[in-house]
């Protein structure tokens, strides 16, 4: 299982750091990664990386979020720095067997329950 941790209320420009670990039962990961999703819009990519350390970003968080993981690769980090109201959302974390680095939900196996983060004026 992925247990995702960290989402708050902030203001904007502020900054969160959300925590996605995963548990003994889930084995053989190459990638992780954040997607989101606000009321009313599809979900979308936030952030990837694979057991490389290569990254993938959605555009709008390009040079504002960074993703990292630990040395052993089971739990997952999203630093969000200069948040905007646009990066209110739900934040999900998940887990793939097989990194295809594409950021397509699809390729993913595992979801994490996800963790709320509103972003105030």
């Known amino acids: 299982q992925l247990q995702a941790s960290g989402g708050g209320l902030v203001q904007t420009g502020g900054s969160l750091r959300l925590s996605c670990t995963s548990s003994?039962?889930?084995?053989?990961?190459?990638?992780m990664g954040w997607y989101r999703q606000a009321p009313g819009k599809q979900r979308e990519l936030v952030a990837t990386?694979?057991?490389?350390?290569?990254?993938k970003y959605g555009d709008s968080v390009k040079g504002r979020f960074t993703i990292s993981s630990d040395n052993a690769f089971t739990t997952v980090y999203l630093r969000m720095t200069s948040l905007r109201l646009e990066d209110t959302a739900v934040y999900s974390c998940?887990?793939?067997?097989?990194?295809?680095?594409?950021?397509?939900?699809?390729?993913?196996?595992?979801w994490g329950q996800g963790t709320q983060v509103t972003v105030s004026s």
């Open positions: 998940a887990a793939a067997r097989v990194s295809y680095a594409s950021g397509d939900p699809l390729d993913y196996d595992y």
């Open positions: 003994g039962s889930i084995d053989s990961i190459n990638e």
């Open positions: 990386i694979t057991t490389g350390g290569v990254t």
